[in-house]
């Protein structure tokens, strides 16, 4: 455990990291490691995939950390957010297009209380902030990084027997079903389990082509911002399980940039042993206390 306070110094100020009960883990090499040797990784990166428990607000604390410290270390930032999707994009270009120093005004702007997503203010506006701060920022700091909701949800619902989707889209799920039924499968199973297994197995296919489609449309967003600031670090703040490096992104951006240098972090609140998890790195946090999640599901069908 580290149990153990970072402090890491940016030019004439101190940030101070309090990290207890908490475990990081270099997955390759099965060991425990500290923060600042996480950073030092991460500043060499092209593209950092930070994954979330998304109700978990120390998970969003970590990211705007990583995201603070990395600037520190005089890396340029982007970063691109599952939670603001294609749709939302001309909201996003108005916005930035106000050059503003702190993202205070992006929630409303996107109407964020409305979108499902746990609270802009306390868990996601830091890491913009971070992005927006800091010296000389791209034009571009904040992207969006998701399909468009309607999007998905129409391939959800009908599958293949989608209309209207981008041409170089369509033709990569048709190519999916053929040459990816393994990852399609693992997807399916992670939905029927997040579901508490009470979809109808017919679901499940045009599901798991949905979160498919997600993982690629992620993957060109991040190919994009690094062809637009080639020296920035592209930061995706996305769910852990668009992190993975087995079946989300990280595979999806290793065939669209091969060259890419990706890292991907995932955050899991735990004690379990870290030995195995599909990322580059893992970091253990508490986990939340909630309420069972699937008793929603369980009174729908009574």
Known sequence: MIGATLLASCSTSQRQLSQDDTEL????????????????????????????????????????WIAQELIAR????????????DGQAPLLDAFLAKRPRNAAELGGQLDWERSGWPDWSANYQPIADAALMQPNAPAKPILPANLSLAQAGDIARNGLAVTGLDPTLSALLRRAVVNDAAILAAHGDDIRESHCGMLPDSALAPFALAQYARDAVMARAI??????????????????????????????????????????????????????????????????????????????VR
């Open 25 to 64: 883990r270099d997955i390759a090499n099965q060991r425990t490691i500290s923060p600042a040797n996480l950073l030092e990784k991460l500043r060499h990166a092209d593209a950092v995939l930070l994954g979330e428990q998304h109700d978990n607000p120390e998970h969003h604390r970590l990211q705007s």
């Open 74 to 85: 005089g890396r340029r930032i982007v970063v691109a957010f599952e939670m603001i999707d």
């Open 223 to 300: 190919q994009a911002a690094r062809r637009e600031t080639p020296d920035a670090i592209v930061l995706l703040i996305a769910g852990n399980g668009h992190a993975r490096k087995d079946v989300g992104v990280p595979l999806q951006l290793a065939r669209l940039s091969p060259g890419l240098k990706v890292v991907s972090l995932g955050l899991i609140e735990g004690e379990s042993a870290a030995e195995g998890a599909p990322f580059d790195y893992a970091w253990l946090t508490a986990p939340l206390v909630r309420e069972d999640p699937c008793e929603a599901f369980r009174q729908a």
